[in-house]
C-alpha cells in the first residue's frame, strides 16, 4: 500500500471530526446547553442532565459550576456516584409520557410525587449529598408496562455499608470453614424433630391432615383465585401495575412462594390448582375416594419421568419474564395452559405426572430437600415389616401416592408433593411430619443420584435456578435499562384481550430479544455450569481425589439447592417490600376498572410507597449470608458422603467456597454496591 495512501486511513477520522464539530454543536438540545437559559450555579454546584423515559432514566449531561461538560448519551445504565457533601442540581425531563422522580431520603415519596410533564423541564435541587450509600431513584407515576422496575441508582461515597458487607462475606466463608475444621468429624444439619409428635399441636394436625377436605378446600380457594387471574388478565386494565394478574402472581405469590420452600417444602404443591381440574376428573370424585379411573391409563414414557422439561420449562418462562410479569395478556395465557395441559396429561394417566415431569414451577422440588419440614415415616422398621404398602398402593380410606413413590421409604421430598394421601391411606398411622435442620438429607440424596446414573436433569435445574437468582436481581432492580429493553422487544404498551395487538413485535424487537435469549440461557445453561465444573475439577485436584470429576461436579451442585434458595428469598424480600401496595389495591379492585371499596367507608387504597426502604439492604444481605453459610455446610457434608474423608471434603469445600464467596460477592454489589 502506497505511503500516501495510509496517510490519509490515519488523517481522515480526524478530518470527520473537526468537520462534524460545528454540527454536533449546534444540534445540542437547548435544555443541555447552559447557555440557552438565564440560570447561573455556584462553582462548587453539580448539574446532572437526567431524561426519564420508558422505562429507565438516562444521564444526558454534567455540569460543573457554570462550566459545560457534555458527556455523549449513554443507554445501557442510569448510576450517578457523588462524594459526599456534594451538592448537587438534577435538570430532569421526560422525552416521551408522564413519569415521576423520586430519590428515597432525598427526594421521598412522602413529599410527592414529582411529576414530569413532556415539554418541560424540571429542576430538583441544590441538593446536599449528606448521607453516603446507595439509593434508588424511581418513578412512582404509572407509565405503563415496566414501570415497577423503572430504576436509576444514587451512590454517595463512601459506601460504607457495602465496603462492610463485603467484608461480612468473606468473613462468613472463613468463619465457616473454621467451623467446619474445628469440628472435623461431626456430621452437620443432622437433627429433627417429628411435629406430630408434639402434645396437642401434634394431634390438631394429624386429625386436619387426614380430613380429605381440607386439601380440597384449599385447592378450591386457590382454584378460584387463578380463574379471576385469567379473567382479569383478559378483560382487566392492560396495564401490569394496576391488574391483579399480575400484582397477585407476580408479587405476592411469587414472593410467598419462595419462603414456603425453605418453610415448608412443597406446601404450595398441596394447594395448588393447576392440576386439580384433571385430577377430579380422572378420579371421578372430588373428596371421595374413588376406584373407577376415567383416564387411559397409559404407562408414562421413561425418558420422560425427569425434571428436563420442567427446567427448560423454568428457563423458557425466564426468557419472556418481562412480558409475563407486565402484561395481563400474556400472564392469562400462562395460566390457561397451565390448568389445560395437566387435565389432558391426567387423562393420560391419573398419576401427577404433570407434576413430577412437566410444570416449570417444579423447581420447588428441587429446593425441598433444603426445606426444614418433609414427610417421613415415623418408623422406617415398621415400614420394612408391614408387607401390603398402602401408602403406594392405597386403602379404602386414601389413594395410594400419586407421585408414584413408596412413602415409608422415601428419604427425598424432590419428588414428594405433600398431598398427604399416605397419611390417610397407612393403616398404622406412621407416616409424620419432621421439622429438621435445612438440607439434612441433601448428602445422601446427591450420593444417591449420582452413584449409578448422574441425574443432570436435576443438576441443570439447580445451575438454572441459582444463576437466575443473581440474574433477576440485576435486572429487576438494577439499572441496566438496555437489557430491559432488550428482554421488553422495546414495546412500551400494557395488553389485555382487547389490546393484544400492539405487543406483535417488529424485526429490530426480535433481534433485540434473541440478545436477551442467548445472554439468558447463555449464563444458565453454559457459563455458570462451565465455571462450576471448573472449580469441581480444582476441589477433585486439591483432595488428590480418585473420583471423576464429572461425579465430584454433579455431586457438589446439589449444595446449590439450599443456597439458591436463600438467594431466591432475598430477591423476593425487595419484590415484596418495593411492591406491597399493588397486590393490596388489587384485591379491591381486580380488574383496574378504578373501583375503591374503601372509599365507601371513608377510606382510600394504598398508597405505593416502599416499605422500610432505608432497611432493604440490610434486610436482604442476611438471606445471602446465609445460603452462603448452608452452601458450604453442605458441600463439606456431601464431600464426606462422596469421599468417605473429612480431610478430603474440607479441601475440596475450601475451593468450592471461592466460588460461593464470588457468587455472593456479586450480588452483594447489586444490591448494595
Not at 444439619?189 to 384449599?218: A, H, M, Q, V
Not at 445422601?444 to 443432570?456: D, F, G, P
Not at 472449580?535 to 464429572?550: D, G, L, M, P, Q
Amino acid at each position: 500500500m502506497k505511503p500516501s495512501v495510509i496517510l490519509l486511513l490515519l488523517i481522515l477520522p480526524t478530518i470527520l471530526l473537526v468537520s462534524s464539530a460545528p454540527t454536533l454543536a449546534s444540534s445540542i438540545e437547548p435544555w443541555l446547553n447552559p447557555r440557552a437559559y438565564n440560570i447561573s450555579y455556584g462553582d462548587d454546584v453539580l448539574v446532572y442532565y437526567v431524561e426519564d423515559f420508558q422505562f429507565g432514566f438516562r444521564v444526558r449531561a454534567i455540569q460543573k459550576g457554570n462550566v459545560e461538560i457534555i458527556y455523549p448519551q449513554t443507554e445501557f445504565s442510569a448510576r450517578m456516584v457523588f462524594q459526599k457533601g456534594d451538592s448537587v442540581v438534577f435538570r430532569v425531563k421526560t422525552i416521551d409520557v408522564v413519569h415521576g422522580f423520586n430519590i428515597f431520603h432525598y427526594l421521598p415519596t412522602s413529599e410527592g410525587t414529582n411529576v414530569i410533564v413532556p415539554g418541560e423541564v424540571y429542576e430538583f435541587g441544590p441538593i446536599l449529598m449528606n448521607v453516603p450509600g446507595k439509593f434508588k431513584i424511581r418513578d412512582p407515576v404509572p407509565c405503563d408496562a415496566l414501570n415497577p422496575f423503572e430504576y436509576g441508582d444514587i451512590v454517595v461515597e463512601p459506601n460504607n455499608i457495602y465496603y462492610n458487607l463485603l467484608l461480612m462475606t468473606i468473613a462468613t466463608a472463613i468463619a465457616t470453614l473454621l467451623y467446619i475444621t474445628l469440628a472435623l468429624n461431626r456430621t452437620f444439619i443432622s437433627r429433627e424433630l417429628d411435629l406430630l409428635g408434639i402434645p396437642l399441636i401434634g394431634g390438631f394436625l394429624r386429625g386436619l391432615l387426614k380430613w380429605r377436605g381440607s386439601t380440597f378446600l384449599l385447592q378450591l380457594l386457590n382454584l378460584a383465585v387463578f380463574l379471576l387471574i385469567i379473567i382479569a388478565g383478559l378483560i382487566g386494565n392492560p396495564t401490569g401495575g394496576m391488574n391483579f394478574s399480575i400484582t397477585v402472581v407476580w408479587v405476592l405469590w411469587f414472593a410467598a412462594v419462595e419462603f414456603m420452600i425453605f418453610f415448608g417444602g412443597r406446601v404450595w404443591c398441596t394447594m395448588c390448582p393447576m392440576p386439580v381440574l384433571g385430577e377430579w376428573i380422572a378420579r371421578r370424585r372430588i373428596v371421595e375416594v374413588s376406584r373407577k379411573w376415567f383416564s387411559l391409563n397409559r404407562k408414562w414414557p421413561e425418558r420422560l419421568d425427569n425434571m428436563w422439561i420442567s427446567a427448560m420449562g423454568f428457563l423458557g418462562i425466564s426468557l419472556f419474564i418481562v412480558w409475563i410479569t407486565t402484561r395481563p395478556i400474556a400472564t392469562a395465557i400462562l395460566f390457561v395452559f397451565m390448568i389445560l395441559i395437566p387435565i389432558f396429561l391426567h387423562l393420560y394417566n391419573p398419576k401427577r405426572y404433570f407434576c413430577r415431569s412437566v410444570c416449570p414451577a417444579n423447581y420447588i422440588g428441587y429446593h425441598a430437600n433444603a426445606s426444614i419440614l418433609a414427610v417421613r415415616a415415623k418408623d422406617r422398621e415398621t415400614c420394612v415389616r408391614h408387607r401390603t404398602k398402602e401408602c403406594a398402593s392405597g386403602s379404602p380410606t386414601g389413594y395410594g401416592c400419586p407421585w408414584e413413590l413408596y412413602p415409608g421409604g422415601n428419604n427425598d421430598s424432590t419428588y414428594c408433593g405433600q398431598c398427604f394421601e399416605c397419611f390417610r391411606s397407612c393403616p398404622l398411622d406412621n407416616m409424620t411430619l419432621k421439622l429438621r435442620m435445612p438440607g439434612r438429607d441433601i448428602p445422601k440424596v446427591a450420593l444417591q443420584k449420582t452413584t449409578r446414573k448422574i441425574r443432570y436433569d436435576e443438576v441443570w435445574m439447580g445451575f438454572i435456578r441459582f444463576s437466575l437468582a443473581i440474574f433477576y436481581e440485576l435486572i429487576f432492580f438494577g439499572t441496566y435499562n438496555k437489557l430491559k429493553d432488550w428482554a421488553d422487544m422495546n414495546r412500551t404498551w400494557g395488553a389485555n384481550w382487547a389490546s393484544v395487538g400492539v405487543l406483535t413485535p417488529t424485526v429490530g424487537d426480535l433481534a433485540d430479544w434473541f440478545k436477551w435469549a442467548i445472554l439468558v440461557s447463555g449464563i444458565s445453561l453454559i457459563l455458570f455450569p462451565a465455571i462450576f465444573y471448573t472449580f469441581s475439577w480444582a476441589a477433585k485436584k486439591v483432595a488428590k481425589s480418585e473420583i471423576s470429576t464429572n461425579r465430584i461436579f454433579a455431586a457438589f451442585s446439589y449444595s446449590l439447592a439450599p443456597y439458591g434458595q436463600l438467594l431466591w428469598m432475598s430477591f423476593a424480600v425487595a419484590l415484596f417490600l418495593v411492591n406491597w401496595a399493588r397486590p393490596l389495591n388489587s384485591f379491591l379492585d381486580p380488574f383496574g376498572f378504578n373501583w375503591d371499596v374503601l372509599a365507601n367507608v371513608g377510606l382510600d387504597k394504598f398508597q405505593w410507597h416502599p416499605l422500610f426502604e432505608d432497611q432493604i439492604i440490610m434486610l436482604e444481605a442476611p438471606f445471602v449470608f446465609a445460603g452462603l453459610f448452608l452452601g458450604i455446610i453442605t458441600t463439606y457434608n456431601i464431600g464426606r458422603e462422596l469421599f468417605r474423608d473429612a480431610k478430603k471434603a474440607l479441601k475440596s469445600t475450601a475451593v468450592m467456597t471461592i466460588l460461593y464467596v464470588l457468587c455472593a460477592l456479586i450480588v452483594i454489589w447489586i444490591i448494595a454496591g
